[in-house]
């Protein structure tokens, strides 16, 4: 439901369409929000805990293979579309 209210709140670009929103990660959940890197008030609205930002390095574009997909999801959580050519 966060996750939802969120990119209603904060939609993504098309330049993130290959990236998952969120990851789990020993500090707890990142949520990837965009280029910037303050947090929106109306983030911070949406959730029930203090937020900090941080900013973090992420795939620029969708993997091709499969081997892609699994080395780049320890950087970020990606999605793999099987191309169709």
Known sequence: A???AL???LPL???FSHLKRARRSSAGLQVLLGH???VPDAVRQLLATPVTAQLVSVPSIEPCTK????AWK???PVGFRKQSW
Do not use: K
């Open 67 to 70: 081997e892609q997909q699994a």
């Open 74 to 76: 320890d950087v970020w």
């Open 13 to 15: 670009g098309a330049e």
């Open 36 to 38: 910037d890197s303050e």
């Open 2 to 4: 966060v996750l939802r």
């Open 7 to 9: 990119q209603n709140a």
